[in-house]
């Protein structure tokens, strides 16, 4: 009998749509208050995740998703980080 592997699933805050970890992205607050995109998902910090979508991101940056789910502002080049990560892929 083989056993399975359980998929992580994580739920991106703009859809709340709950997904595998592989189809987002993780974006990353440290104690010190850097943010950055974490292309690993393995940093240390505090995340929050955003689907591989560009609808979507550009919905995060409309609506502060990113901004009240780690409760600061969002520097510009996130999301550019972000959009190159989905489009790179």
């Known amino acids: 009998m083989t056993k399975k592997r359980k998929i992580p699933l994580r ?17 990353v607050k440290t104690k010190e208050g850097e943010i950055f995109v974490d292309p690993t998902g393995k940093k240390n910090g505090r995340g929050a995740y955003v689907s591989k979508d560009l609808k979507v991101v550009d919905q995060a940056e409309k609506n502060g998703a990113l901004e009240k ?21």
Do not use: A, F
């Open 11 to 27: 739920k991106c805050i703009v859809s709340q749509e709950m997904m595998p970890k592989q189809s987002l992205i993780r974006v």
């Open 69 to 89: 789910q780690l409760e600061m502002k969002i520097p510009e080049t996130i999301y550019q980080d972000l959009r190159k990560q989905i489009e790179g892929e």
